[in-house]
């Protein structure tokens, strides 16, 4: 056995089947920092100017942040054990389906899915993220992705929490391709063929691959596919010029100047759907009737992609002084947005600051065997306890379905 193999197992062992993880930081070097992350203030460039602001936080990840200059475990999840440090990667590619079970180790030998929080100070450039069948001609995997604004997480909405997505009906291709023509002219006018969305805390998107979309400045919760891929089609934000290569940095390398092919790269049934948001558009729905029994949990991330359940979400919410023990048929990955209290055998606190490279008590990984046995959650504070858990592809048989909430 491995040296990660044992530390992993015994980590398992003495957590019940639950993983200790640490924070993990991303910077992106396009973007200004939202500073709701509970970073300490001084910590925002922590990696230097160079690399840019930490702007996102990401959880369970076994994906690597594909970053200009970054180490090769940027975005990796660590496991933290015995003093002792493990990525989440490792101790998978070790023990396999007894982490994350037999269905997702058997399809895709690994955890394929991750989540983050993204808090920007405005909104990000008008982008795609490419399909499977794009992404493998660069020899990367395709990124569907959804979004959940957490309350906790937005007591202010920053400069623009609007997102533009989709194309106006009745916009033309050449539209789109006269406005890549124009990218080195200043803003090259994308925006004018999209509509905004106001986004409201507590609510969420589902987009598929090859959907424009300009996330606003809401912090997000974004489970998505464990990819790290795009295109960026807006040539200016906020008065500041996109680099092109961010435009065809995950595109075959003779099609960077072909204009016509990037923009049949999107999809156009559903950039200029009609009915977008009703086609893309999450409310949270509470499972069950249990609030007389002191907590709540509730599906905030559901629906397929082109007909695939590739990942899902659920919101928990403990009261004070009460317990809960909750089974779910998937493994997850779990982080506190609010409280204190334990689960399982570990504790949870939800820290109000944290310095870089600081360890905290908020986020955890549960297998999936821990997981359909049942995991005991307990509100030890005096506010309510609230989690954010997110599952693999297939996971959640039972996910409600797009639009269900108007049920």
Known sequence: MSNVAKLAADALTEGGGILRLSPTWVPRSFLQPGRRLKLHPNDYYALGTHRGGIDE????????????????????????????????RDAIAELGAEVIGDSIWGKYNRWPVYSKFFDNMGPIPHHMHQNAEQAALVGQE???????????????????????????????????????????????????????????????????????????SLVTYEPQWGSDVFGMY????????????????????????????????????ANVDPNFKANNYLEPIAIGDTAADGYVDRWIVYGKVKGEQLFTAKELT???????????????????????????????????MIRFREMTEDEVFVTEKTAQEGVTIENTGSEPLVSLRYFGPDACPSAPNIGDYRK
């Open 142 to 216: 395709g990124k569907p992705e959804s979004y959940y604004f957490p309350p906790q997480m937005n007591a202010i909405g920053n400069n623009f929490p609007y997102t533009f997505m989709g194309l106006d009906p009745g916009t033309t291709k050449q539209n789109v391709i006269d406005c890549l023509d124009r990218w080195n002219d200043g803003d090259n006018g994308i925006l004018d063929l999209s509509k905004a969305y106001r986004l409201k805390p507590g609510t969420g998107w589902l987009i598929p691959p090859c959907v424009l979309h300009a996330p606003g």
């Open 318 to 352: 403990v009261n004070p002084g009460c317990k809960v023990t909750i089974k779910d048929s998937g493994a997850y990955s779990w982080i506190t947005v609010q409280g204190e209290g334990t689960i399982g055998k570990l504790r949870l606190q939800t820290p109000a």
């Open 57 to 88: 936080r990401w959880f369970g990840s076994t994906t690597v942040a594909t970053n200009e200059g970054a180490p090769d475990d940027e975005g990796l999840s660590y496991c933290v054990f015995g003093g002792e440090k493990f990525t989440l």
């Open 234 to 269: 807006q040539s200016m934000v906020e008065g500041r010029a996109v680099p092109r290569s961010l435009l065809t940095k995950d595109f075959p390398e003779d099609k960077h100047d072909d204009n016509a092919y990037l923009v049949d790269a999107l999809d156009w049934e």
